[in-house]
Nanobody
């Protein structure tokens, strides 16, 4: 069983920034594409961003506001979220997958971390 551990969620005001972190086992981190999803109440899980082989991809809903980054020495991936809006309120999930997350569901998921943005 692969364990992805997220941290960094919380309650913030609209316009604030927040950084999410995800730690992964080394054997997964070095091989898999790492990414972030979110799920708001009553909505399907949504792809946000992924990082693979030096390339990054973003959904249109967060492009320009969110930034994904990896620190290989720490087997960690981060999601820097700026200019947060109330509609960003959701549970955020770290994910690891072998295929392009824009089109394929990843193999592994973290437990999720709640982000709440108050207006």
């Amino acid at each position: 069983q692969v364990q992805l551990v997220e941290s960094g969620g919380g309650l913030v005001q609209a316009g604030d920034s927040l950084r999410l972190s995800c730690a992964a086992p080394g054997r997964v981190f070095s091989t898999y594409t790492m990414g972030w999803y979110r799920q708001a109440p009553g909505r399907v899980r949504e792809f946000l961003a992924c990082s693979s082989n030096g390339s990054t991809y973003y959904s249109d809903s967060v492009k320009g506001r969110f930034t994904i980054s990896r620190v290989n020495a720490r087997n960690a991936v981060f999601l820097q979220m700026n200019s947060l809006k109330s509609e960003d309120t959701a549970i955020y999930y770290c994910a690891a997958g072998l295929k392009d997350m824009r089109y394929w569901s990843p193999e592994y998921w973290g437990q999720g971390t709640q982000v709440t943005v108050s207006s």
